[in-house]
């Protein structure tokens, strides 16, 4: 069973601070990584996803990937409220086409 | 910004019956996905799609269940007599080709609320 395993939270930042989350996967052959945002209620939407190793930077948002370590994170600096929901790590193995393993997601709250 | 689409938003139908989801992925999108979310669990793959069959499918997605591209625009999800146990927010997604080893991110519908009474 290909797992993707993420800290379920809640993770508490205060406004401004930098929010750190975590992703590990059980096979060495995923391929591809995306972090998606889930608000509650609503359907997952694209923030961030990335191929090789080291870090990926867009706006506020830094993924980063060791593959062998197994791990990608996301960091989301200078956090609003707004970025208050759900962050869903999701994978593709090799030769898996392009299905989506999901984690189950991290709570993030952001405190005023 | 292009976006998937989704229909109805809510559907509410008796054990036993059939439904129909239905999806307009992106235009230029060549790969078409159902996936589901169980209220509090995490999002799960059912099937994928690509040039008019079948490409990967789970093992959630048994004979209950079936895929369709009616037309050059819409894909849907059937789910034949339905049980209590398919309660769940169904989402659509779509995405470009794959790139050399490099997946293309795929893009979700805002999904079907799916109640069986």
């Known amino acids: 069973q290909k797992e993707v395993e993420q800290n379920s939270g809640p993770l508490s930042v205060p406004e401004g601070a930098i929010a750190s989350l975590n992703c590990t996967y059980s096979?060495?052959?995923?391929?591809?990584f995306f972090w998606y945002r889930q608000y509650s209620g609503k359907s997952p939407e694209l923030i961030m996803f990335?191929?090789?190793?080291g870090d990926k930077e867009d706006g506020r948002f830094t993924a980063q990937l060791n593959k062998a370590s197994q791990y990608v994170s996301l960091l989301i600096r200078d956090s609003q409220p707004s970025d208050s929901a759900t962050y869903l790590c999701?994978?593709?193995?090799?030769?898996?086409?392009?299905?989506?393993?999901f984690g189950t997601g991290t709570q993030l709250k952001v405190e005023l | 910004e292009p976006e998937v689409t989704q229909t109805p938003s809510h559907q509410v139908t008796q054990m036993g019956q059939e439904v129909i989801l239905r999806c307009v992925p992106i235009?230029?999108?060549?790969?078409f996905y159902w996936y589901r979310q169980i209220l509090g669990q995490k999002v799960e793959f059912l099937v994928s799609?690509?040039?008019?069959?079948?490409?990967?499918k789970s093992e959630i997605f048994d004979d209950q269940f079936s895929v369709e591209r009616p037309d050059g625009s819409n894909f849907t999800l059937k789910i034949r007599s339905t049980k209590l146990e398919d309660s769940a927010m169904y989402f659509c997604?779509?995405?470009?080709?794959?790139?050399?080893?490099?997946?293309?991110?795929?893009?979700f519908g805002d999904g079907t609320r799916l109640s069986i009474l």
């Open positions: 235009s230029n999108h060549l790969y």
């Open positions: 799609f690509y040039n008019n069959e079948i490409s990967e």
């Open positions: 990335i191929y090789s190793n």
């Open positions: 997604a779509s995405s470009l080709p794959l790139t050399g080893d490099s997946n293309q991110p795929q893009h």
């Open positions: 999701a994978v593709t193995q090799r030769g898996g086409g392009n299905k989506l393993t």
């Open positions: 096979d060495r052959g995923s391929q591809s």
